[in-house]
């Protein structure tokens, strides 16, 4: 009786095998505390979209009920939020996040940038069971693997150096023998669509069957994507009732064992989904109760209720089984890993360009600004409410605040994009 007059009611499920004391202690200390929620890609993306919506809903779920606030740390397909969560944020319980499905894998891979130890991390939980698919563009007339290795022409969008939007297509064109080209380095997700949309590309290597439905679903009902290959332990009849046939799984393609244990390490980490992790050293009872109320919240009908209106699907894995999962990719037989760098052989992979550009704004529309340089040429560029960030003589400001006659420096992504990242204006 005395827990329950200690807890708030929503948040007694999170309590599991801590005793009263134990429990009055994780409430002191949450009561009235910021928890930041790390976000290893841009806005309006899959990852961020499931993070966020999470954010919403968890913190009534944790005794003490603290503010959680998202916070975008993008950069080499989350490596930078990743290295951040483990060497420098607070080991308190103050700072979870969410990063690449493929984090595990660099590591086991020995890639260049890793600083974290994946089997170290606290995992709270994955909202997402769900398979990757390899999609092109409907309008190319690719239809299926097949028509991807004889007409060619597929060009795919992708985020960092070792994604899972980089590494599938690598591993289709090694594995099948298509000639996929990649173009990497855009800052995430919806960024990729935007490119997709736009013409710049015409597939996204890797993108999971809920995030497409929630972040791309006009798009599916107009028919725009095609699916051609499923990344998962079992297919996904949706997609191949989507398509109106099978859609194969890339371990349909396996010739070998090494194959077979190659690609089981890619399964695993597609399993992985969109992982919440705490940092290493956070208190035990921290983490069960994270973990506890990360649980809750998948059953919490508002939270739910918000899923179905972004059209989320939610499946989730507890943390504990999402821990051993990890693990298992890091301790990854070195035979896998040997069959597995084979298939990760880059073809083809070239880095977008990011220009910059001075000048005034000599038009500001909704969604594009006009600049005029200093020898009078003009260039339209497209901004964006959450991907274009905005600086006002030092002040933070948003894409509504670029007004006609403001001096700034732009940054953007070249190509068909042309999406200011950046303005610094005075």
């Known amino acids: ?116 130890d994946a089997a170290k991390f606290n995992w709270i939980g994955n909202s997402i069971v769900d398979n990757n698919l390899t999609s092109v563009w409907a309008a190319t007339g690719i239809k299926s693997i097949e028509d991807a290795k004889n007409k060619g022409g597929v060009i795919c969008g992708a985020t960092g150096a070792t994604s899972p939007s980089v590494t599938s297509p690598q591993i289709i064109n090694n594995l099948i023998g298509t000639n996929f080209r990649i173009i990497r380095g855009y800052p995430g997700g919806s960024v990729i669509n935007l490119a997709v949309v736009r013409g710049e590309v015409n597939c996204r290597g890797s993108n999971s069957w809920s995030s497409t439905k929630a972040t791309l679903g006009h798009h599916l009902e107009k028919r725009e994507l095609n699916f051609i290959l499923q990344w998962g ?6 997609v191949s009732q989507y398509m109106g046939r099978d859609v194969p799984l890339v371990t349909d393609f396996a010739k070998t064992d090494a194959d077979r244990q190659a690609l089981d390490m890619i399964i695993a980490g597609v399993e992985i989904g969109r992982p919440i992790i705490a940092p290493p050293g956070v208190p035990s009872e921290r983490v069960s109760v994270l973990r506890a109320a990360f649980d809750a919240t998948m059953k919490d009908p508002e939270f739910l209720a918000l899923a179905k209106r972004q059209k989320m699907d939610i499946n989730p894995m507890p943390g504990a089984e999402l821990q051993k999962l990890a693990v298992s990719v890091v301790n990854s037989p070195a035979a896998a890993k040997t069959r597995l760098q084979e298939l990760l052989t880059p073809k083809d992979v070239k880095k977008i360009g990011t220009l910059t550009l001075a000048g005034t704004v000599s038009a500001a529309g909704k ?60």
């Open 1 to 116: 009786m005395r827990l329950a007059l200690l807890v708030p009611a929503a948040a007694i499920l999170a309590l599991p095998a801590l005793g009263a004391a134990e429990a009055a202690s994780v409430e002191d200390f949450y009561k009235g505390k910021t928890v930041r929620l790390i976000i290893g890609y841009s806005p309006g993306g899959g990852y961020d979209t499931y993070a966020r919506a999470i954010g919403r809903h968890i913190n009534r779920h944790i005794p003490g009920n603290p503010t959680i606030v998202p916070q975008n740390m993008t950069g080499a397909g989350s490596r930078r939020a990743a290295n951040y969560l483990f060497i420098k944020a607070p080991k308190d319980g103050t700072v979870i996040g969410t990063v690449g499905q493929a984090m595990p894998l660099d590591q086991a891979m020995g890639k260049p940038g890793v600083q974290y």
């Open 233 to 238: 332990a079992k297919k996904n009849p949706e």
């Open 367 to 426: 969604k594009k600004i006009t600049v005029t340089d200093a020898s009078g040429k003009s260039m339209t560029l497209k901004t964006h409410r959450k991907q274009t960030k905005v600086n006002l003589a030092g002040k933070k400001g948003a894409a509504k605040d670029l007004k006609k006659g403001m001096s700034c420096k732009f940054t953007y992504i070249g190509g068909v994009t042309s999406l200011v990242t950046a303005a610094d204006c005075k």
